[in-house]
């Protein structure tokens, strides 16, 4: 009844009652009548809306802020909202609480009510300005306190700002080594005119054990991987136990039916020598597959930029890998050769991500990222591209500049229900010296992300409902094999059905399309392949420590 009456007050319907409410039992069936006779009364429209007690505001900032305007439906909800809940801090509360007002407050009163109108009066008691006094923490137990800190935006000494410490919940939860039910307590002390805050975090399963499995076009394929992203590589020199320090250390092996075997080691130091979000990464990896081994690594290093904001980051890695084959087809064209083909490449990352605050499962926010990947121009240089007159040569180093824009927009509509819009572009292009295109890191479209082993490296982008490489476009010409451009989009509504400590679950529904083409000149934004469906993830920190997804 309550919700009943809620709904019609958020309509305007400010005397709605529910006058009679009756259950019975329905006779050929066991199903029950439910009957409500609701009274609506007059719809309510907002009147003159006066502020009193405001000095650091006028009415005009006020009222913009408000966003309610003399005519409006009258909603008592929305009000409330105005005034203090707006998600996006777009409410009267903070313009007060972002500058240090930390006991404003705000008293709505209906001052008359005739003839369907409502004239609000809204008394401000705006307060003291107050100071932040000391940041306890607690809760941690391997987690150290500088590791936390240093994520915080709320510092003793400052100035109480609201946002701030939304902002600082955020980042605590990006983390992912917290539960992201976070709480923070302010202790407020209005004679001292200050504030402590405590921050109390429940530390997640710090190892994680993962098995993974797919069906592709290489046939079964199976890993394990031992990872934990609060590793302490300052303690394991130490000989104490390596946890902590939020660093990421990864060890992955797989195999699949036709012989391939992949190891790889990876790390990462999210803050470089201590001072600031400076990134530092290291990846080493062998992999083969009967005539066919591979061995590298990739380094890089990655910063926080100011602009256009701090939720800004740049990044950039540079990678070699040796691959050595013997009597293989590397370039698709029924023709087996025997050689090594060397990759070096650096693929530098411009990221603008806002998401969150829980990185398993979002509700607000934009992911904006643009990658390019490119190697040097060895053709400029003539670095033995050529040393077979049939044209079919084996290459020698990997030739080609990448460019990808990905874009993820969150938007929560209700509650938990969440509407996530995505959109993916790529292009591969050539350096003024090649001839043509070359064959490596052509898109694939269609199925899942994992990819086959192949050293000409395939950039397989997934799309639900169809095969392995169901899209793959081949050219006449050169008679290589992938897409040298591809679009993709995406719309999904996730809902959660599992929210806790030890396990996040959603189901979701997805409509999606996307294409990939042979030469620019194809490229028709509108011409994509569709698909629709249901789905489910699971995320088991405890048993999987991954995402796992079904869809149909």
């Known amino acids: 009844k309550k919700n009943i009456l809620h709904y019609y007050q958020s309509q305007g319907f400010r005397d709605a009652a529910i006058v009679t409410g009756t259950v019975s039992k329905r006779k050929d069936a066991a199903l029950l009548n439910v009957e409500i006779q609701v009274e609506e009364g007059p719809r309510y429209r907002v009147g003159d809306i006066k502020w009193v007690g405001n000095h650091l505001h006028d009415e005009r900032m006020l009222n913009r802020r408000l966003n309610i305007k003399k005519g409006d439906v009258y909603n008592p909800k929305l009000l409330q909202k105005q005034l203090y809940n707006n998600p996006n801090g777009l409410d009267v509360a903070s313009l007060y609480m972002d500058d240090g007002y930390l006991f404003f407050q705000a008293d709505p009163v209906e001052m008359k009510v005739s003839e369907n109108i409502v004239d609000l ?21 391997l987690t150290y306190d500088h590791v936390i800190r240093r994520e915080l935006r709320t510092l003793p000494g400052d100035k109480f700002n609201r946002a701030k410490l939304q902002r600082s919940y955020r980042e605590l939860a990006q983390l992912n080594i917290f539960d992201p039910a976070i709480d923070i307590t302010p202790i407020p002390n209005f004679r001292d005119r200050n504030v402590d805050l ?19 076009n290489s046939g079964f394929m199976g890993g394990i991987t031992l990872a934990t992203n609060n590793f302490s590589l300052g303690n394991f020199w130490k000989s104490r136990l390596p946890m902590g320090g939020a660093q990421t250390l990864g060890i992955k092996a797989e195999i699949d039916e036709r012989g391939y075997k992949n190891v790889a080691l990876e790390f990462t130091e999210p803050w470089l020598g201590g001072q600031k979000p400076r990134l530092f990464h290291l990846s080493l990896n062998m992999a083969s597959e009967k005539n066919r081994t591979s061995i590298g690594g ?10 256009p904001d701090d939720y800004t980051f740049l990044t950039s890695k540079l990678s070699y890998h040796k691959h050595r084959y ?8 029924q023709k087996e050769d025997t050689g090594i083909l060397n990759d070096l490449a650096v693929r530098i990352s411009l990221i603008r991500d806002s998401t969150g605050p829980d990185p398993i499962y979002p509700r607000e926010g934009i992911r904006v990222a ?9 053709s400029l240089f003539s670095v033995g591209q050529r040393s077979r007159s049939d044209g079919m040569e084996p290459y020698r180093w990997k030739e080609y500049h990448q460019w990808m824009l990905d874009g993820s927009y969150f938007l929560q509509l209700l509650e938990d229900l969440v509407l996530n819009i995505r959109s993916n572009f790529g292009v591969l ?18 199925g899942t992300s994992f990819m086959e082993y192949s050293i000409r490296g395939k950039e397989c982008i997934p799309l639900r409902g ?10 006449n010409v050169s008679g290589y094999k992938g897409g040298i451009i591809y679009d993709k989009f995406v719309l999904e509504l996730r809902y959660p059905i599992i929210s806790t400590y ?18 620019y000149k194809n490229f028709n934004l509108l011409d994509v392949k569709r698909s629709v469906g249901v789905g489910v993830r699971v995320h088991l920190p405890f048993l999987i420590g991954g995402l796992v997804g079904f869809d149909w």
């Open 121 to 141: 009066k809204i008394g401000i008691q705006e307060g003291p300005q107050t100071y932040i006094n000391e940041v306890l923490i607690e809760g941690n137990t």
């Open 198 to 216: 405590k921050y109390r975090v429940k530390e997640k399963p710090q190892c994680e054990f993962k098995f993974s499995g797919s069906w592709g």
């Open 298 to 307: 990739t380094t890089g290093l990655g910063t926080r930029l100011s602009w």
């Open 326 to 333: 013997v009597d293989y087809d590397l370039l698709d064209h």
């Open 370 to 378: 643009l990658h390019t990947h490119l190697t040097p121009p060895w």
């Open 429 to 446: 292009g050539k350096f003024f010296s090649q001839e043509k295109i070359g064959p490596f890191e052509r898109f694939y479209l269609g």
């Open 466 to 475: 169809y095969e392995e490489d169901y899209f793959t476009p081949k050219d």
């Open 502 to 519: 030890i396990a996040t679950a959603y189901v979701l529904a997805f409509a999606e399309g996307g294409n990939t083409w042979k030469s």
